[in-house]
């Protein structure tokens, strides 16, 4: 059978960051649009122009100095964005956009003014069922749960692509029936709501679900699949930071160990024992106590630390190992 020749569709590149600060315990992401009644919030992008970007990297720097004003510390690359329907619909001669998706830190006190149009905004207003800091998340057992259980029964055996039914994976991803949540499936439990047609960006993109609009607004969406490429950084960053030390890339110069907990509370989305995580620092040896005292604790002057940056070459893996939730 011969098989018929398409036209060529363009393809563009396309840089994508998710730009993660922390104010006042809680973790925000950097919008280069903010959004209003008729436009939604998007993450810093635009396209790689490899006549005046040498690199990737640089080309993403550019974009983000351009659009936010916002200086860059640490950036690493995530993942390469391509799935039809991220920007294309039938008919649509538009190029098609493969996103490379960017996870950078900024430090609050390193941001200066933000250009026109840009935020920061709390990366769980995204993203409410990943706060666990003060237990359970009710839009969990309020709303996900119901419509997933409704979406499971109606092919309750159906494997996907790794063999686990959609029975298995609610249960996995979101914990029901006595299943554990992990905070680094940040991705698995959005592409699942997006699979069930549980998210604003499933009813944009055309995706046929009974379910759309079932549970109601979850989470507030960002344009084309920046919410997708936002939880894959949050996922990395969860992973990452206990195995690494970039936590303190987020942390001032000295901090004390509160501070330094509250942090970690903020970014795994989950509440640590205090002394369990004191012992755990200490024992790590990732931080050193400058010999000051900090008075801003609202009551017992709290002694102040820094990142012991020897750890790095002592051994390969420095981060802050806060385990699994139970």
């Known amino acids: 059978m011969t098989s018929v020749p398409h036209p060529s569709l363009p393809v563009e590149v396309g840089l ?25 919030a998007a993450l810093p992008s635009g396209p790689f122009d490899p006549l ?4 990737l990297e640089i080309g993403l720097r550019s974009w983000v100095s351009e659009q936010t004003g916002v200086p860059l510390g640490y950036v690493e690359q995530l993942y390469t964005f391509g799935d039809r329907g991220r920007h294309a619909q039938a008919g649509d001669r538009d190029p098609h956009v493969l996103s490379i998706g960017y996870l950078a830190l900024t430090r609050r006190g390193a941001r200066g003014a933000l250009a026109s149009g840009a ?5 769980y207003a995204y993203f409410p069922w990943e706060d666990w800091r003060a237990g359970k998340p009710a839009t969990i057992d309020g709303k996900v749960l119901p419509a ?14 790794y063999g686990l039914t959609r029975t298995e994976r609610v249960r996995m991803l979101f914990g029901d029936e006595g299943g554990a949540f992990d905070e680094e499936n940040v991705l698995d439990r959005f592409q699942l709501l997006y699979e069930s047609g549980l998210v604003e960006e499933a009813r944009r993109d055309g995706r046929a679900s009974p379910l759309i609009g079932e549970a109601g607004p979850l989470g507030e969406p960002l344009l084309h ?25 987020l942390m001032p110069e000295v901090f004390t160990l509160t501070a330094l907990q509250r942090m970690a509370e903020a970014l795994s989305g989950r509440h640590l024992h205090k002394q369990n995580f004191r012992r755990l620092v200490e024992s790590s040896a990732v931080v050193e106590p400058t010999g000051e005292m900090s008075r801003d604790t ?4 709290a002694a102040l630390f820094r990142f012991r940056r020897e ?15 139970g």
């Open 16 to 40: 994508t960051a998710a730009i993660v600060a922390v104010s006042d315990d809680a973790p925000m992401i950097l919008v280069a649009r903010a959004g209003d009644a008729s436009h939604e």
């Open 52 to 55: 005046s970007h040498r690199t």
């Open 119 to 123: 935020a920061f905004r709390p990366w």
């Open 148 to 161: 997933l259980r409704k979406w499971a029964a109606r092919d309750p055996d159906r494997p996907n692509a």
């Open 225 to 249: 699949d920046h919410r997708r490429i936002l939880a894959t950084a949050m996922g990395r960053l969860r992973a990452k930071m206990k195995y690494r030390p970039v936590i303190f890339e």
């Open 298 to 301: 609202g009551g017992r002057p």
């Open 311 to 325: 750890v790095l070459r002592e051994r390969p893996a420095p981060g802050l190992r806060v385990g699994k939730r």
